[in-house]
């Protein structure tokens, strides 16, 4: 990694509202850049949300900097948010699982107030020309440390298997990064959701370059090895 790339926590002095997946976002694009398949509402409410997150505990996502521009992000939420909302995954960029009015509007209580006090990763994405720098490490040694300091007790995440190229694909670190990190296992679940994304990619439904992608970095491994999440946990 750079000396020009900074990791710090997003404060509310900038909402990063969206994911880079169309390229490095600042407070002087975020607004103007394609916004493809995401509504003003979704927009509004992901904004609304995230602000308010940051107002009551200081932050909600860890970044990498380069000048004035998010190149890389990691995002996390109190568990209560989850279990509030009944729901077990939410994410920014797409409108399925996107945030919700009731998500919007509901009570965010003061960490000291709360039973359980565990921080849930969500969502990573490194932009492509920012990948293989260190980054992903930097950014969840960030987390560790701002929890520790912030008086949370259990920092929380999903992690990929170890195969680079499917853990970007679904927005996570690899299973070895976390475990270097301190982080344990305490589930592996299958995610037939994955393996279809997988298979899609696969069959070519999703463009021949994804499916080249696939070969390259995946070859003839089996599916179902490659579509599992392992939950996992480090207790601070």
Same mark, same amino acid.
């Given at each position: 990694m750079t000396e020009k790339i900074r990791i710090t926590p997003l404060d509310k002095s900038f909402t990063l509202f969206r994911c880079i997946h169309v390229g490095p976002l600042s407070p002087s694009n975020i607004e103007t850049k394609s916004i493809k398949g995401l509504s003003r509402d979704q927009l509004d409410r992901n904004k609304t949300f995230l602000a308010r997150l940051a107002d009551v505990y200081g932050s909600c996502a860890m970044v990498a900097i380069e000048k004035e521009c998010v190149? +890389?992000?990691?995002?996390?939420?109190?568990?209560?948010?989850?279990d509030r909302a009944g729901i077990k995954h939410f994410c920014c960029q797409q409108p399925q699982y996107g945030v919700t009015q009731q998500m919007r509007e509901m009570e965010l209580p003061e960490l000291d107030k709360i039973t359980d006090q565990t921080l849930v990763i969500e969502c990573w994405h490194v932009h492509k020309n920012y990948q293989s720098q260190g980054i992903g490490n930097a950014l969840l040694d960030g987390?560790?440390?701002? +929890?520790?300091?912030?008086?949370?007790k259990t920092v929380k995440a999903s992690a990929a298997p170890d195969n680079y190229w499917v853990? +970007?694909?679904?927005?996570?670190?690899?299973?070895?990064?976390?475990?270097?990190?301190?982080?344990?296992?305490?589930?592996?679940?299958?995610?037939?959701?994955?393996?279809?994304?997988?298979? /899609?990619?696969?069959?070519?439904?999703?463009?021949?370059?994804?499916?080249?992608?696939?070969? /390259?970095?995946?070859?003839?491994?089996?599916?179902?090895?490659?579509?599992?999440?392992?939950?996992?946990?480090? /207790?601070?």
């Open positions: 190149v +890389a992000h990691a995002r996390f939420y109190p568990r209560i948010v989850f987390i560790v440390e701002w +929890a520790q300091q912030h008086g949370w853990s +970007a694909q679904a927005c996570t670190l690899m299973l070895r990064t976390f475990i270097k990190h301190g982080f344990r296992i305490v589930k592996t679940r299958p995610a037939p959701e994955l393996e279809d994304y997988l298979l /899609k990619i696969q069959k070519g439904e999703l463009g021949v370059e994804k499916r080249m992608e696939f070969e /390259k970095h995946c070859g003839d491994d089996d599916l179902s090895a490659l579509s599992v999440y392992h939950e996992v946990e480090r /207790k601070l």
